[in-house]
């Protein structure tokens, strides 16, 4: 390698004028001024860097790999070098403006001290140096002796100084250590000069009366070039940590004339961290091997580090801080052993490329379940640990750790303090990239884990919800929009998360409530979620029709004109109040609280009036017409989905109760507790983690002596109808603020038609809770099939004639979905896995094809879920008829659950046309020779139960224990790590 010198200090010889009348003559000495001359180098020997090419000094980057290689240039810092200097840079002739002078007799003059100059001040004007003594008067030479004179500079340093005709000292701590101000901008060049002359001596040299001095530096100078750094990259800070702060200095006399003196350092033991902060006014350019470097740091401008001469220990370190514009790293390396000296100026470069690694962790799979009773099993999640480099793209691996944890938050290393006996988990060796945990359970629930509950269900649920602590508060109600449902322990104490509406929510306990003004899910992760509400929103045709084939473009508010944006107002909608239109619990909701406060309708459920119920809330204009309705459905219940598989291997979280659903009195349940374990993996270098959930499933089935009940919904309607009472009979409704007892059908409302004329749709919005039906076909939207929006419920399914049912993989959530935040109306097949066989449209299904059990005391079927051996129950609770029968039918015989898909087929038979897809389940084969039907087809006019599942749209967690076991998704760094 071709060796270069650096060096840093200047060459100038500055000289004070001649006093007029001066002369030769030893004798007149005393009127003979003394002359001061600063000697320096030649400036153009300063050009470039240069010096001696010394060790290398080697940066670690966060991951302990080396990152970048800095290499040491090593230069005399000789006289005062041509730069601006300020603090942190060192001292030049054009900077500074006088330096301290004392002055010793060598020989003893009668009437003279012997200190016979005592911290002169040496003045610059121009280019010239001058000595005062007091005022105007000059220092004169004395008669018949020489001189031993001491400078140093700067003349305000902070330093104790004590000098004779031999020597000179000073003490010296770097001042940052002595003040708060970390910043080493603080820190200053220390130079002195010595010089032993007497007139004569200078007369003979040919300059009478002029003493010239040459300094030296006493500490040692660092300095850093990243010239060479990797393109994209600049560094905004250096720190050097475990410096010694300083001590005392004994400086003596050179022992050739015209040389610097020697510095000589006492150390003491306390140590200190010095930061410099860079901008890119710090940075200049310099010609190295005939080249321009245009990011070297400047050697002067206050960035550079000045401290005392040592040998540093082991903990001394370098550390750069890299910045790519967005994001920050520091690399480090050690300094311990490395020696610097005084008056060395020590100048380390990049020679080599830097190394930048992005790191990815991504687990493959969230969830391993299995079920209630069954034997040990296994499953498996696969983890990819690996980094890549600008460097290479091969993919380098990176090692984990795993920990374990009860509830997903207090994490333990050892598994036996987290389960017990009640897991075991096999890691597999890691190999390479592709590392697969294969978790397995030790043991299944036994029979005497089961617990029993009978009687009184209902007040039970009564007592449980008055005693939860209250939420909210009359000043800061709680934001529906913005919290979980589940489970219901945590609702109180959840973080805030990213908005979503829906045209259900939740209560599970007493308290201050409040929901946006905002069209169903209109709004979702916090963003407008134009699809639920303008599916070809952003495409060529989307206004180029509504009523197209068998689909709506775009959807209708109440007074048919299309939805522009998420909230009410901005669709020129004036809200002016709410009202319950009508509950089928009393007192849950009165008129006196409920407000309207600007786009929010917040209302308050007192503890002693809370419990288990529906209500239906709407808000109107000054003219009392409806503008949207919301569904309030106050439960007990923990809503925690499970898994449910369908015959096409797709899999789904549904809810283990029917939308609305509340108990009757006199039920019992049985119930199995599950268990989770939480499995996190840490990535070792870049800390990044990912969590999964081992899950044994618990089983809590309702057993009804005189059954529960739920409203009933018009398929690809939002608002609820009423339930049963336990047979076959509406409940008893409160609070009505329209005749909805009747459930008066509307036979003036029953086509769709192109906005904004006699469309069905907004007429239902203004009157959401009228049953509307045709007597000719039962179905609510007319005979004509083109009419037949099949989109309602599922933004994203664009239904044609073939039968079409399996809508999973485009399912979005439309604006009209009647359920809670985060669930949505089911998918077509979804039901499918409840028979033993693939099942498709009108296939009936006997005992031995049913994938469960029917609980005939229990009314309803208890299905496996086809994912370990769940359980699921669905009870018989009947419908609310669609041909002009508005009332209920089938409740404790039949069971009627409706899916997302309508299928528009334009058979003429006139019995397969415009039908949506349900699950018929029957108590006896009896009821049209078959027990269940997974996707059977009805008109839409009837009114049916829900069962929802999680929205595939929706934003992950739920709560701060489920949220883990939603997290299985790839993170890749966008952070710098080196």
């Not at 270069?4 to 004028?17: E, G, H, S």
């Not at 000098?163 to 101000?181: A, I, K, R, V």
């Not at 994203?796 to 935040?821: E, G, H, L, M």
Request: aromatic content about 12%; charged content about 15%.
């Amino acid at each position: 390698m071709k060796k270069k010198t650096y060096l840093f200090c200047a060459t100038v010889l500055v000289a004070a004028c001649s006093l007029p009348g001066c002369n030769d003559d030893e004798s007149a000495a005393p009127e003979k001024e003394i002359l001061i001359s600063v000697n320096a180098e030649d400036p153009a020997t300063r050009a470039g860097i240069a010096g001696e090419q010394g060790d290398s000094l080697v940066f670690l980057g966060e991951d302990g790999s080396e990152a970048l290689t800095l290499y040491e240039h090593v230069s005399q810092m000789t006289g005062f070098p041509e730069e601006l200097a300020t603090k942190g840079s060192t001292l030049t002739t054009a900077n500074i403006a006088q330096f301290g002078l004392d002055g010793y007799l060598t020989t003893a003059i009668t009437g003279k001290p012997t200190h016979y100059i005592d911290n002169g001040q040496v003045n610059k004007s121009g280019s010239a140096w001058t000595l005062y003594q007091t005022g105007t008067t000059p220092y004169n030479w004395v008669n018949g002796t020489s001189i031993a004179f001491w400078a140093r500079a700067p003349y305000t340093q902070a330093v104790t100084v004590a000098s004779g005709y031999g020597t000179m000292s000073f003490n010296y701590t770097l001042p940052e250590h002595q003040t708060d101000n970390a910043d080493a901008t603080r820190q200053q060049d220390i130079v002195a000069a010595y010089a032993n002359a007497s007139y004569n001596d200078t007369e003979a040299a040919g300059t009478p009366g002029m003493v010239n001095f040459t300094f030296g530096h006493a500490l040692a100078a660092i300095r850093f070039d990243i010239s060479n750094l990797t393109s994209g990259y600049t560094v905004t800070k250096v720190t050097l940590s475990g410096v010694n702060a300083g001590g005392s200095c004994t400086v003596t006399p050179p022992s050739t004339t015209g040389a610097a003196p020697t510095f000589a350092w006492t150390l003491g033991s306390t140590t200190g961290t010095y930061v410099q902060t860079l901008s890119a006014s710090d940075f200049g350019t310099a010609t190295v091997g005939g080249s321009n470097r245009t990011a070297v740091l400047k050697e002067n401008g206050g960035k550079v580090f000045f401290i005392p001469p040592q040998t540093f220990g082991t903990g001394a370190t370098a550390t750069l801080t890299l910045s790519d514009g967005i994001n920050t790293v520091d690399v480090t390396a050690s300094l311990a052993g490395k020696t610097v000296a005084a008056s060395n100026m020590y100048t380390y470069n990049v020679t080599a490329t830097m190394t930048v690694w992005e790191y990815t962790l991504e687990s493959l799979s969230n969830l391993v379940t299995y079920g209630h009773l069954a034997a040990p099993d296994f499953g498996s999640v696969t983890v990819n640990s690996y980094k890549t480099s600008n460097t290479s793209s091969t993919p380098v691996p990176v090692a984990w750790t795993i920990q374990y944890s009860a509830n997903g938050t207090t994490w333990k290393n050892s598994l036996a303090e987290t389960t017990g006996d009640k897991f075991g988990l096999a890691i597999s060796a890691q190999d390479g990239n592709s590392n697969t945990i294969t978790a397995s359970v030790a043991r299944a629930h036994t029979e005497s884990e089961h617990q029993v509950s009978s009687g009184g269900v209902e007040e039970s649920a009564v007592a449980t919800l008055r005693s939860r602590t209250a939420i909210g508060s009359s000043t800061n109600y709680f934001d529906l929009s913005k919290h979980p449902f589940y489970p219901p322990a945590s609702v109180a104490t959840s973080a805030e998360e990213a908005q979503e509406t829906a045209n259900c929510y939740v209560i599970t306990a007493p308290g201050y409530y409040k929901f946006p003004l905002v069209y169903g899910n209109a709004i979702k992760n916090g963003a407008t979620n134009y699809q639920s509400f303008w599916p070809q929103h952003g495409t060529a045709d989307e206004t180029t029709g509504n009523n197209i084939a068998y689909y709506l473009r775009r959807f209708l508010q109440h007074n048919d004109q299309y939805i522009t944006d998420p909230w009410l107002k901005n669709n020129g909608a004036t809200v002016s109040d709410a009202v319950v239109l009508w509950q089928d619990a009393p007192y849950l909701l009165e008129d006196s609280n409920i407000s309207i406060s600007g786009d929010y309708v917040q209302f308050y459920i007192p503890e002693e009036h809370i419990r288990p119920g529906n209500a239906v809330l709407a808000v109107r204009n000054a003219s009392g017409t409806i503008l949207w309705s919301w569904h309030l459905w106050v439960t007990e219940k923990d809503l925690t989905p499970q898994p449910v598989t369908d015959w096409n291997g797709h899999s789904y979280q549904m809810m283990n109760y029917n939308l609305g659903w509340t108990d009757a009195n006199g039920a019992s349940s049985d119930k199995w507790d599950s268990w989770d374990l939480y499995v996190k993996v840490t990535q070792d270098e870049s800390g990044f983690a990912q969590i999964f959930r081992v899950r044994q499933i618990g089983e809590s089935i309702e057993v009804m002596e005189n059954v529960g009940s739920n409203p009933f919904y018009q398929w690809g309607r939002k608002d609820p109808f009423i339930g049963a009472n336990g047979n076959d009979n509406n409940k008893t409704m409160y609070s009505t603020a329209y005749n909805v007892n009747n459930f008066v059908s509307d036979a003036t409302h029953t086509a769709f038609g192109n906005p904004p004329s006699g469309s069905i749709i907004g007429h239902s919005i203004q009157n959401p809770w009228k049953h509307y039906y045709n007597a000719t076909s039962w179905d609510y939207t007319g005979n004509n099939a083109r009419a037949s929006y099949g989109n309602l419920w599922d933004a994203a399914f664009i239904p044609n004639d073939n039968n079409v049912r399996d809508n999973y993989a485009t399912k979005i959530k439309s604006v009209y979905d009647p359920c809670p935040r985060g669930f949505a109306v089911t998918a077509g097949y979804s039901y499918t896995g409840f028979a033993l066989s693939s099942a498709t449209g009108w296939n009936y299904y006997a005992s031995n094809q049913v994938n469960g059990t029917l609980l005939t005391a229990e009314k309803g079927y208890r299905f496996n879920t086809r994912n370990g051996d769940g359980k699921i129950f669905f009870p018989f609770c009947g419908a609310r008829g669609g041909d002009g029968q508005t009332g209920i039918y089938d409740v404790t015989s039949l069971g009627y659950y409706w899916t997302s898909v309508c299928d528009p087929r334009t058979s003429t038979s006139g019995d397969n046309d415009r039908k949506a897809v349900f699950l018929y389940i029957a108590i006896s084969t009896a009821e049209q020779n078959g027990l269940i039907r997974a996707t059977h087809e009805q008109m839409k006019a009837a009114a049916y139960s829900i069962r929802p599942i999680r929205d595939r749209e929706a934003t992950p967690s739920q709560s701060s224990a489920a949220s883990a076991s939603f997290s299985g998704v790839p993170t890749v760094s966008h952070v710098l790590s080196w």
